[in-house]
């Protein structure tokens, strides 16, 4: 806190009047009150007033990164910083904040995030610059931007001037008098099997210029329909009627082709329409003709067979009703589908079958998965017979490849290598041994045969450490310096995990000689591979792969190979898969899927060993001394999720499907797993507006009385990168007959949603953006943001300079009227102290009393 005289010429006074007091002693100036008072209105006329602070400033400069700014901004803001720099007060400070999805406070010396971003999420930025002030600084904003904001900016207007922060601003924007874009884009969002839907996108481009555009949709990723549009005073309209026979999705990827655009990064886009009604059964499996098929198609189930798993996604769920999962490994799913099926179960009501097989449950890498939780059977390992432990050496590449970068983040190859072997030593059991060795012409033993459970933290301390030393791999040295490790132990489960580069793997040597020694002994040899089937060596290791009877897989992303290796260790580690004819006991939990008594087959030829989880039920177990389910199922929220641990199909199956009931059976399960028919007398509507969804339910007076009960409940999922989230909604009442919830939405982002009511669910989506909002602002769009600047009090700033001169929210103490009240006071005390003959010095009397007594002793 700083003390200011505004009027510092009245304190000559002070030494004036000790001057008199010394002089002229019958003015009592030397009396104590008397002089408090006089200094008191001494210092009153010289006004002294405490400044608590604002008068050094804090200048927030706002950098738009946006798509629609072109990166201007961005370049501008270096610049701009030293002018400011130069112009600023001492004690002032410029803070750069870059923004555009997110807002971040630039440091000293850190470089500027990478411009050309969807969104401008200017009332986020604003607000998170707010939450940073200092409020003893006088703070003021100053942006760089093109004034189109994807948020709302009425709620933010109101707090800068609650707050009296002004918003000043400098436009910053790419010349687009020459840019042709896409438009607004109509659609309906949902549509019933075989209905007419009509797609409508806007060309947009100078009004000046009568321009032919080519225009291209591209449909669910295949067929095409291509044609030109003649701007008609900058402005044409394409109109496509589609329908689709089946429900599920429909996805069309527009694009205009101008042969010279000025920004390309508003000739594309991209919408969705959901094909509503029926409940698909969607069936992968490995058979080309699946036994269970022709039962479901008999009892009047609609099956889809897709070719390709590893191109299924979460909107691959959409008009599904079961998914049937029978003995395909999860190596062969994609991820995103595996995890869009928790949401889909718990809230959308569907159901999920997974069937046994040796590429299935532990087999098939689903431990750990995402589909782990969902399932009514455990596949951890419990402490059983040493058939079921694992011996496991990998055997790595450290050649000279191994040191190259592998991206962003500074990681080499052989740090990812190390990475993937640190997830397989995680994911092995306590009982299970590992040994691990690095090749380059011969073999480095970094981690001799030894027990996990008693050496885990001691290898994940040395794992890391592993560098590459140049050279190539020695194919052979390395397989037989596995199987030297293996023979050390004499568990059910022997497997090597050979990591090499399909671009540099040498001297292959005897490994047919190797791989054929370890097959007769029961071992088998797995290759991840570091690159493309179409590099120099991928054919050799495609063949190892095949001799020793294991998998490959080829990364042509390093970043992949952490997770590769450990859905390579889940899948042998919990290689649980017993071949075995094994007896079949029924128990009475077939009763809660039909009353009727079902006749099971005497035994099963093999199964997959698991372990029922709390709260699920059984309708059969084994006769061998596990007890281990064979058939179970339960609730997972609002869905249902059942497992078959036999295989149903294929060399293992004889048992299943000579039985008489099998048909029956499958039906019956599907019928109990299948989601149930949505509720009658309710839709819904869900659009997207501007950077918001907006989700309405609609309902028909009859019921009215079915929501009294027991409100809907709303429940979404949006995924993104590298982020999946589930929200609740909280409904508001429009109008009679409509309840709507909206929410926060971003560009890039997908939307799956799911309303309960009462038992039954209505599941809807997928919602996206068609495009990155701000391509989407029109010019009165811009009248928001000059109307915030206008109301904070903030104006355009050419002269960058003159903002320093900008006036201060100094805040002060003014000590004046105190000063005034105290020689007042002071005052009345001393003519108190006066009359009554009182005097706070030792030794003295009052001084009139004092003049009396010596004109008496004159006398």
């Keep these: 806190m700083m003390l200011r005289l505004l009027a510092p010429e009245w304190l000559f006074l002070l030494p004036l009047l000790a001057l008199a007091g010394w002089k002229y002693s019958f003015l009592r100036l030397h009396a104590p009150v008397r002089a408090a008072a006089l200094i008191a209105f001494i210092l009153a006329l010289a006004h002294p007033v405490f400044n608590k602070g604002g008068s050094e400033m804090d200048l927030w400069v706002m950098v738009d990164q946006s798509n629609s700014t072109g990166g201007i901004p961005a370049n501008q803001s270096t610049e701009l910083q030293a002018i400011l720099e130069k112009a600023k007060r001492p004690g002032d400070r410029v ?8 807002a971040i406070l630039r440091g000293k010396g850190d470089p500027v995030f990478s411009s050309m971003i969807p969104g401008t999420r200017m009332e986020d930025a604003i607000s998170y610059i707010l939450a940073q002030m200092d409020r ?11 004034g189109y904001s994807t948020q709302p900016l009425d709620v933010i207007t109101a707090r800068l001037i609650e707050e009296k922060v002004p918003l ?4 910053a924007a790419p010349d687009m008098s020459d840019d042709i874009r896409i438009g607004d884009i109509q659609r309906p969002p949902r549509i019933r099997p075989g209905e007419a839907a009509t797609l409508t996108f806007d060309i947009i481009g100078n009004p000046a210029q009568n321009t032919t555009v080519p225009w291209k949709v591209v449909k669910n990723g295949g067929s095409t329909i291509s044609g030109t549009a003649t701007l008609d005073k900058g402005r044409a309209t394409v109109r496509l009627t589609d329908r689709s026979a089946t429900p599920g999705v429909a996805s069309y990827d527009i694009s205009v082709l101008p042969a010279n655009d000025t920004v390309t990064l508003n000739n594309t886009a991209e919408c969705v329409m959901e094909i509503t009604g029926g409940n698909k059964i969607l069936l992968l499996s490995p058979f080309e003709s699946d036994p269970m098929e022709p039962f479901l198609r008999a009892q009047g189930f609609d099956i889809l067979r897709p070719n390709d798993p590893l191109r299924l996604n979460a909107n691959s769920l959409t008009g599904v009703g079961l998914v049937i999962v029978n003995n395909v490994s999860a190596a062969e799913v994609s991820p995103d589908f595996l995890k869009g099926l928790d949401f889909y179960v718990r809230e959308q009501g569907g159901g999920f079958l997974i069937c046994g ?33 694992t011996a496991m050496s990998i055997v790595l590449d450290r050649s000279g490849s191994m040191a190259m970068s592998a991206g962003s983040g500074g990681k080499t190859k052989m740090d990812l290598a190390n ?3 640190v997830q397989a030593i995680k994911l092995l059991g306590q009982e299970d041994y590992v040994s691990v060795h690095a090749i380059d012409s011969s073999p480095h033993a970094i981690v001799s045969m030894c027990n996990v459970g008693a050496n885990r933290d001691k290898m994940l301390s040395v794992v890391p450490r592993i560098e590459s030393m140049g050279g190539g791999i020695f194919i052979g040295e390395a397989l037989r310096a596995g199987w030297r490790q293996l023979k050390q132990t004499d568990f059910g489960n022997r497997h090597l995990i050979l990591f090499a580069d399909a671009a540099d793997s040498e001297e292959p040597d005897d490994y047919k000689k190797t791989l054929a020694d370890m097959r007769k002994n029961g071992a088998t040899v797995s290759v991840i591979a570091l690159g493309t089937p179409k590099d120099g060596d991928a054919n050799l290791l495609k063949e190892i792969a095949k001799l020793g009877e294991g998998r490959i897989f080829f990364c042509d992303n390093p970043k992949d190979i952490p997770h590769v290796f450990a859905q390579e260790t889940v899948s042998v580690a919990r290689a649980t898969f017993i071949r075995e004819n094994t007896p079949l006991h029924s128990v009475a939990g077939w009763n809660q899927i039909s009353p009727a008594r079902m006749e099971w087959p005497t035994s099963v030829n093999a199964y997959n060993l698991c372990y029922l989880r709390d709260g699920a039920t059984a309708a059969c177990i084994t006769g061998d001394t596990y007890k281990a389910p064979l058939v179970a199922f339960w609730n997972r929220g609002s869905g249902r999720s059942a497992a078959i641990t036999f295989p ?14 099998y048909g029956d059976f499958i039906q019956t399960f599907a019928r109990w797993l299948i989601r149930r028919d949505m509720p009658e007398g309710f839709s819904v509507r869900a659009t997207m507006r501007g950077e918001r969804l907006d989700v309405e339910l609609l309902y028909s007076d009859e019921a009215v009385l079915q929501m009294a009960k027991r409100m809907p409940e709303l429940t979404m999922n949006v995924t993104g990168k590298q982020m999946s989230k589930t929200v609740k909604g909280v409904w508001e009442h429009i109008r009679p007959g409509v309840f709507r919830c909206s929410f926060p939405a971003a560009h890039g982002e997908t939307w799956r949603g799911a309303i309960r ?8 989506g997928p919602i996206s953006m068609s495009m990155d909002p701000e391509w989407t602002m029109t010019p009165e769009s811009k009248l928001d943001f000059l109307s915030m600047v206008r109301q904070s009090g903030g104006q355009e700033r050419i002269d960058l300079t003159s903002i320093m001169q900008s006036p201060r929210n100094i805040s002060s103490l003014d000590t004046r009227n105190g000063l005034i009240w105290a020689f007042l006071i002071l005052m009345l005390a001393d003519a108190l ?20 007594d010596i004109r008496t002793e004159t006398v």
């Design 419 to 421: 990475s993937g072997v």
């Design 833 to 852: 102290l006066t009359r009554l003959n009182i005097s706070l010095l030792p030794g003295k009397k009052n001084g009139r009393q004092d003049h009396d």
């Design 357 to 389: 097989g040796s590429n299935s449950f532990g087999s098939g890498g689903y431990f750990n998965s995402p589909v782990d939780e969902l399932l009514p059977v455990s596949m951890e390992l419990k402490n059983d017979k040493i058939k079921l432990m």
């Design 757 to 764: 009511i009462g038992d039954r669910n209505i599941p809807f």
């Design 168 to 171: 000043d601003y400098r436009l």
């Design 648 to 661: 149903t199909g294929g060399k293992y199956a004889a048992n299943v499907l000579t039985w008489k009931n």
């Design 136 to 146: 003893t600084r006088t703070n003021r904003i100053l942006m760089l931007t093109d």
């Design 95 to 102: 803070r750069l904040v870059d923004f555009a999805g997110e």
